[in-house]
């Protein structure tokens, strides 16, 4: 199985924690070159040292995904800098939106939620697609929800931005699969992360129950019984990426130890 990537440019968002992070580090060690991006300068220096380094050429870009004025910006400083520079490998990943439901949700909401997902997927998609054209090799990664395949309750906004998100990546997949570049989505079920913890801990607030109480509540709803690992979502996006899963186009895949209550 050809799972180098070696000689490969991934550009890899939402990088200095959690599933962006975890994707970053394994695209590293199958040998991609990568660029972090996220909006603190800080935490990317840090990750930076943190890459697994055989020889390979990582970078960063500074950019804030509440502006997609600013990700747009940023891209076109990179490009003027780096002229001759080709991204074969995209991972699409920005925090979810806040919790809520959806009756209660203010447009603004959706228009924020809409803006930091498909707005600046769209942006980093069509700044990496020509290149990818031009090489004959892309792979478009966006890490979004199983919401897409069953809604989640209490993510009004959510459910909405991440289903609008899928449908837009499998059409993108339908219109460049010719080129040799795919366009797949990564559907992190529970995973041990940052967000998971702070929705654990306010929803044990909410329900007055200790944190231990709806950790097991939430784990009983999982065939495998615990939450995922960061590290097991960015196994799943370097597969993608890989020679090996080029012709795996427009898909949803979950990785949720089994969650999800539908095919």
């Keep these: 199985?050809?799972?180098?990537?070696?000689?490969?440019?991934?550009?890899?968002?939402?990088?200095?924690?959690?599933?962006?992070?975890?994707?970053?580090?394994?695209?590293a060690h199958l040998g991609a070159n990568i660029i972090l991006m996220a909006r603190s300068h800080t935490a990317l220096e840090q990750t930076l040292k943190e890459l697994p380094n055989q020889g390979q050429e990582h970078g960063t870009i500074v950019a804030d995904f509440s502006s997609p004025e600013e990700v747009q910006k940023q891209l076109h400083l990179f490009s003027a800098t780096h002229p001759n520079f080709t991204?074969?490998?995209?991972?699409?990943?920005?925090?979810?939106?806040?919790?809520?439901?959806?009756?209660?949700?203010?447009?603004?909401?959706?228009?924020?939620?809409?803006?930091?997902?498909?707005?600046?997927?769209?942006?980093?998609?069509?700044?990496?697609?020509?290149?990818?054209?031009?090489?004959?090799?892309?792979?478009?990664?966006?890490?979004?929800s199983t919401s897409v395949k069953q809604p989640l309750h209490g993510l009004g906004v959510s459910n909405t931005i991440r289903g609008a998100v899928a449908s837009w990546a499998k059409t993108m997949a339908n219109e460049l699969g010719k080129y040799g570049i795919t366009v797949n989505n990564v559907l992190p079920g529970a995973t041990?992360?940052?967000?998971?913890?702070?929705?654990?801990?306010?929803?044990?607030?909410?329900?007055?129950?200790?944190?231990?109480?709806?950790?097991?509540?939430?784990?009983?709803?999982?065939?495998?019984?615990?939450?995922?690992?960061?590290e097991e979502i960015g196994?799943?996006?370097?597969?993608?990426?890989?020679?090996?899963?080029?012709?795996?186009?427009?898909?949803?895949?979950?990785?949720?130890?089994?969650?999800?209550?539908?095919?």
Excluded: W
């Design 192 to 230: 041990a992360t940052a967000r998971l913890q702070s929705i654990i801990e306010s929803k044990a607030k909410k329900e007055s129950k200790t944190i231990e109480v709806v950790e097991a509540s939430m784990k009983s709803s999982i065939p495998a019984a615990r939450f995922g690992k960061a």
């Design 1 to 27: 199985m050809n799972l180098n990537l070696k000689g490969k440019n991934a550009l890899v968002c939402g990088s200095t924690q959690g599933l962006g992070k975890a994707a970053a580090v394994e695209l």
């Design 235 to 263: 196994a799943a996006v370097a597969f993608l990426a890989s020679p090996a899963a080029g012709y795996i186009n427009g898909i949803n895949l979950p990785v949720d130890g089994g969650r999800t209550g539908c095919l």
């Design 87 to 144: 991204f074969h490998i995209l991972v699409n990943n920005t925090g979810g939106p806040p919790g809520g439901l959806i009756t209660e949700a203010k447009i603004e909401e959706f228009e924020r939620a809409f803006a930091m997902h498909l707005k600046n997927n769209h942006l980093l998609a069509t700044f990496v697609m020509e290149g990818m054209k031009s090489c004959g090799y892309g792979r478009i990664i966006n890490i979004i």
